[in-house]
């Protein structure tokens, strides 16, 4: 029995392409790529508490850097 691709939520779906933006603003603020993959692995959270407080990709990754 084949077993059905998870579907996941247009609020998922929204948070993973900001985390992809923040990634790219990571990088260039200097972070090489796994870098700012890790940092963003290791501090999931932190970043999506910044995601449902409306800051834009840009400036999570300014706070990041700070």
């Known amino acids: ?8 939520d247009p609020e ?3 948070l ?3 985390c992809i933006e923040v ?8 972070a090489t790529v796994e870098q700012a993959q ?4 290791e501090q999931i959270e932190w970043f999506t508490d910044l995601f449902y407080d409306g800051l834009t990709p840009e ?4 706070e990041a850097l700070a």
């Open 1 to 8: 029995m084949a077993k059905k691709k998870e579907e996941l």
């Open 23 to 30: 990634e790219d603003f990571l990088v260039k603020g200097g």
């Open 16 to 18: 993973i392409q900001w």
């Open 12 to 14: 998922t779906l929204e």
């Open 59 to 62: 400036e999570a990754a300014k």
């Open 38 to 41: 890790d940092h963003i692995e």
